[in-house]
């Protein structure tokens, strides 16, 4: 008889790169005020919280299966709640993000209660009618300017930060560990036994399900989970905008058609694709921006033939290919003791 | 008094239109289970097809239906022979990844064809007869002509579904694919079929909706969920209950309207939640989705 025991182990070799990359990119990135000009923190700040909306929307659609048109709900909802916090509340915009995200998770109980009656596709149509539900009572709000929206008083920006400078580098710096935040709960949770969970959801549903796992009250934990992050994130994303208004908030082409795009392109359901998708979208956007609504278009005609030649993106094509995870999230068995004769 | 019903008319007859917008949503989620986040931007690009015919022909709306209904019917024949028939299967992402990519696609060609400037089709004397029903209440000729052509359009699709080989056919794959696809049919003819009806439907839709009001490129996700919302409101499934969502949510939003003008769109959105939310199988149901 052999006795072998076996471990469950999540690195391997890739992995450990992976990390080691990761790491190094970060101490990059936070150092990019030495370095950069305000160009460029500007751009990668944008870039950061597409990252974190596409991780985000990946959580929800990739492994969860909530497929939703609707997140910029939520985006709308942090942005609105942080307008409202600073202008009516005279709450610290830094903190007003925070207070942001719990609000919105409570709100989107009620939200998943209604839309989680849909099944599949008319779910996300139904998450739709939701944003514009918000769409339309944000622009009701007379005192955040109704229909035309508001900008932030002068006197709260200048509050922030003592120069310019200083409040551009906070700001970066914010979108920077926001980011890194939301990507690190997402890698903790994966890595939880919901992790497990969702995954198992992912690759089947049924399977899941019969194997005990409770399937509805994962998928309302990730929607929650998913409503607090973009909340937050929106909050952010208008504070660095500066101004909000109900058709920039509750964008549906802005922060759910990009995000769409940028995570089939990089690779759903894994947590490389919207990092890896929102590198190639700015590099288009940098490259095609010219071309006004016909980037829109070669970014939904690219969309299309990713789905349908190569559905797992284009980081699902070198993981299968090479076998490499950036970050150690897959599980495996490794034997710890040797057969014995 | 007067006032309210001829409100309430108004709505009913405009619920004629959003049943058409559901109807063709409802036809292929009944076939073959695909949710087109495109038909909103379709019926849109049928409004854009037709002024182009009615401009370089000289002919008016209603008669471009000729060219435009079959026209329409093609696009969508193809568009599922070439495009959306690769996405079926048991994975729910690419059909939904797919056509709100075509919606991005045919909103931003739509724009750069068009431009962002707001359009629309002149139908003539017809746009402004009207008939007094009783002291105060009137019904336009168009929009009374927008709604028996609703009727008509609901009632064929039952008799085409019920009667005829087609509807048989598609009955058939609804129910169960591959026993379909064994007695010999070639369901990826059929799909293809269903969606160029679904397009004819369109066709139609999108004309009246350009008689009626401006348009521009934009517009087409609002008529999307319009339509989808008459779907739920009605019951998945159930043709004649596509035009009893439409004309709910038609009412609905004209009283909305009525109370303040920023309510219309809100007051039919609120009302589909509260659909949703004490009766989510709809008024009529027939299928489960």
Redesign the interface.
Known sequence: MSDSAYKVEHATRSSHIGVIIIAVALVVLAAAPFWGDRQMLRLLAELFTFVALASLWNLL?GYA?L?S?GQQAYVGLGAYLLFGMVILGGIHPIAAIFIAGPIAAVVSIPVAA?TF??????F???T???A??FR??A??ISVLGGGSGISLPASVIIAMAPSRQAREFELYWLALGLTVLVLAAIVMLLRSRHGLALTAIRDNEVAAQSNGIDVTRVKLIVYVLTAFGTAMIGALIFLMKLRVSPDTAFS??DWT?FV??IT?IGG?GRIEGPIIGTIIFFFLRQTLADLG??Y??I???V??VV??WA?KGLWGLIAERFGWQALPLQRHLVSITKDKP | MTEWLNVILQGVLIGGLYAMFAAGLSLIFGVMRLVNIAHGDLIVLAAYVALTVTDTLGIGPLTSLILVVPAMALIGYAMQRLLLNRTLGDDLLPPLLVTFGLSIIIQNGLLEVFTADSRKLQAGAVEIMTYQVSPGIWIGLLPLIQFIVAVAVIAGLQVLFYRTALGRAFRATSDDQSVAQLMGLDTRHVFAMAMALSLAIIAIAGVFLAVRSNFDPAIGPARLIFGFEAVIIGGLGSMWGTLAGGIILGVSQAIGAQIDPGWQLLAGHIVFLVILAIRPQGLFPKVSG
């Not at chain 1, 009656?117 to 008319?122: I, K, P, T, V």
């Open positions: 659609a299966g497929v048109v209604l009656r849909l099944r599949g596709a008319y996300a149509i139904g739709w009618v939701v514009e539900v339309l009572l622009s009701q549906v082409n058609a769409i795009f089939v759903i609504s016909l829109l278009l970014m939904g005609a969309a299309i789905m349908l559905p």
